[in-house]
């Protein structure tokens, strides 16, 4: 197959309605809802209706919260996770019970779509049969047993907090690791147990046991489709469209698609042969060429960075001006600025997700409030280094305070803030890679699939050209100090 070498992009021959408001279809990170929401897509198509996909936005919690925000229209989840994770603690369990708590919320849920993605932990066969572990219970005896567990697994309370409870295990020090490095880690026995969702190929692939949940602990992880209710009033044959997977899709069949994924086959692929053998729809798969897909990323996160840089400069720039001339105001100012660098990138894209949904708009925001501080600091430090003496003369050549400021202030200060201003880019450019997770694009979309795929060339396809995009600036600020900065204040101190 060419998945590794090619993104595909699905476009079906749709009958002759046509919508004008695409269906926007999303998936949490994992593979396996991505290859559902490419189904979801393909059968929406095939109704005719236009589709938007946001695929690979996160975990539960992100996700979740951008369907209430109105960031897309449907997405694939599990019965389990809506009860323990979504509606933890309020006893919410069964499809009816799920159904009316979705409804008050503005939501609806299919039927299950046929199988079910339940958790377990699982061990290598040989190292369980070394110990005599066939139980989870049995687990117990050993307490100096290395576990690894997803980070969302490890807070989650159908997760290891409530595990651990129930079973009563003595385990400490459990490693927090992405679910794919997870399953690398046990294979070369630098852990000995994780958590397994029971649909992946990779069990099967590594020769993994599933310790039998003995106490009944884990919930039933029913597959299910979570989709806005109004889309029924709005798009009445897409919501059609997609309950014709209700009871359709067999757990052999998902753990077969799933194996072509770890196999490097492209989810819209996998997705397209399933309608096509189950539904009799023809997709029509349009191959992209690596070149026109790295060009593709490339104009996206140059969207992504020049937007927020050019919007940093434009603020922080009167503002490190203001900071200068008013110190105790400065001192506001730069502070606010630094509270918002302390944020974590990826929690500060969450937080924009309520007011301004997934996508590249919440994306350039982030980075244009992650770019402010730089420019206005290095803007306040080299307004505050120039000589009391040139300033003073200034003022004696009765210069007004505009003029002053463009004429002479801030060709001095240029370096100073040029400096800023590089540095802002490159934050920007690197923090651009995690829009992906929001559905923006750019380098960082091939990063995240790579990493979900644990594929190092998908990686490296976003990676590299995301450094040499950084280089590059760098560059251009080098050229940019030659045209902005006087040539006094370039020339090296003499001896």
């Known amino acids: 197959m060419t998945g590794r ?80 994770q979504i509606f933890a603690g309020r006893g919410i369990r069964g499809e009816a019970a799920l159904r009316e708590e979705l409804s008050r919320v503005g939501l609806g849920m299919t039927r299950p779509l046929g199988f079910a993605n339940n ?68 294979t070369e026995g630098s852990i000995d147990v994780t958590e397994l969702y029971t649909t992946d190929a990779e069990i099967r692939q590594f020769d993994l046991v599933t310790l039998d949940d003995d106490l009944g602990f884990f919930p039933l992880y029913e597959a299910v489709l979570v989709y806005r209710l109004d889309l029924e009033q709005r798009a009445p044959a897409a919501v059609s469209a997609f309950k014709r ?24 692929e996998i997705a397209a042969d399933f309608v096509r053998d189950q539904f009799e729809v023809q997709p029509i798969v349009g191959a992209e060429s690596s070149a026109r897909r790295l060009w593709r990323l490339t104009l996206e ?25 008013r110190p105790e105001l400065g001192r506001l100012l730069l502070g606010a600025a630094g509270v918002i660098q302390t944020i974590p990138s990826l929690a500060l894209l969450v937080f924009m997700i309520p007011l301004l949904k997934t996508g590249t708009l919440p994306a350039i925001v982030a980075l244009f409030l992650y770019g402010l501080l730089p420019i206005m600091a290095n803007t306040a430090a080299g307004l505050k280094s120039i000589p009391a003496s040139l300033a003073e003369s200034a003022e004696a050549l009765g210069l007004s305070p505009l003029t ?66 950084a280089l590059a600036a760098q560059g251009v600020f080098e050229i940019a100090e030659r045209v902005f900065v006087p040539r006094g204040l370039r020339l090296a101190p003499a001896g």
């Open 245 to 268: 997977l209700e009871g359709r899709v067999p757990a052999e069949t998902v753990i077969a698609m799933n194996s072509r994924a770890v196999d490097g086959d492209p989810p819209v």
């Open 119 to 186: 958790y377990a932990l699982g061990m290598r066969r040989t190292r369980a049969a070394e110990l005599g572990i066939k139980t989870i219970s049995d687990l117990r005896r050993y307490p100096d047993l290395r576990f690894g567990f997803s980070h969302e697994f490890l807070k989650r309370e159908d997760g290891w907090p409530g595990l651990k409870a129930r079973y009563g295990l003595p385990q400490t020090g459990v490693k927090g690791l992405d679910h794919r490095v997870a399953y690398t880690a046990l």
């Open 301 to 325: 996160h140059l969207t992504l960075v020049g937007i927020a840089l050019a919007a940093s400069i434009l603020v922080a720039l009167p503002l490190g001006i203001i900071a200068a001339r």
């Open 5 to 84: 070498r090619w993104a595909l992009i699905a476009v079906l021959a749709v009958p002759t309605a046509s919508f004008a408001q695409p269906i926007r279809v999303g998936s949490k990170a994992d593979t396996e809802t991505t290859i559902l929401a490419e189904v979801v897509a393909h059968l929406i198509r095939d109704a005719g209706y236009s589709v938007e996909l946001k695929l690979r936005l996160g975990g539960t919690p992100f996700v979740w919260g951008a369907l209430r925000a109105d960031s897309f229209d449907v997405y694939p989840e599990y019965t389990g996770t809506l009860s323990e």
């Open 404 to 469: 002053r400021l463009w004429r002479i202030e801030l060709p001095l200060a240029s370096r100073s803030i040029l400096a800023g201003i590089k540095t802002s880019a490159i934050i920007t450019i690197g923090t651009a890679t995690l829009g992906a997770l929001i559905g923006a694009g750019g380098y960082g979309q091939p990063i995240q699939t790579g990493l979900q795929m644990n594929d190092l060339r998908e990686i490296l396809f976003g990676a590299i050209p995301a450094a040499l995009m």
